[in-house]
């Protein structure tokens, strides 16, 4: 509950504050959908980027009875790892999550894929902007899928 309670003030200073000079992946929050399956729900995972502590919680309905569900973890990113999310979170505030031009083609909404597993959601707050993912899987541009692959293969693929 700490880390969440100082994701909730890092969120709201985040809001408020000037950049300093400083890239905005620096001082970013990042919430995603990870650990994505087609058999259970995902994790819901909080990042903090100025200091790389991160938490994942559980889902809180749909989890199969004949599977353990997860528990709430908390933990730090390394540096290495820290300073490959940082980048990817810079490219995806400079390119956006989504591809307006083709959400504008192929409308909001969701789209059939071939898959029982959930379209990830994810969002970056950092220096007074907000930017989310659609629904529309193929209207993600090449920053959001990797910013999303970075944080599943650092922290979602962790969950077993």
């Excluded at 000037?18 to 259970?40: C, Y």
């Amino acid at each position: 509950m700490r880390f969440f309670n100082t994701t909730v003030v890092a969120v709201l200073s985040l809001v408020h504050q000037p950049s300093n000079g400083r890239e905005p992946a620096d001082a970013a929050i990042v919430s995603s959908d990870v650990a994505m399956s087609e058999f259970t729900p995902p994790l819901r995972l909080l990042l903090d980027s100025r200091s790389g502590t991160f938490f994942l919680a559980p889902p809180f309905e749909g989890w199969p009875s004949a599977l353990k569900k997860p528990q709430a973890r908390s933990g730090t990113l390394s540096s290495i790892d820290l300073q490959m999310v940082r980048r990817a979170i810079n490219n995806a505030l400079t390119s956006g999550l989504v591809d307006q031009a083709c959400v504008k083609v192929n409308g909001e909404g969701f789209e059939p894929i071939v898959s029982n597993s959930a379209v990830p959601q994810m969002t970056v707050i950092a220096s007074k902007k907000v930017i989310s993912t659609t629904s529309l899987l193929r209207c993600w541009t090449k920053s959001a899928f990797a910013l999303h692959q970075i944080l599943e293969s650092k922290i979602g693929q962790q969950r077993r």
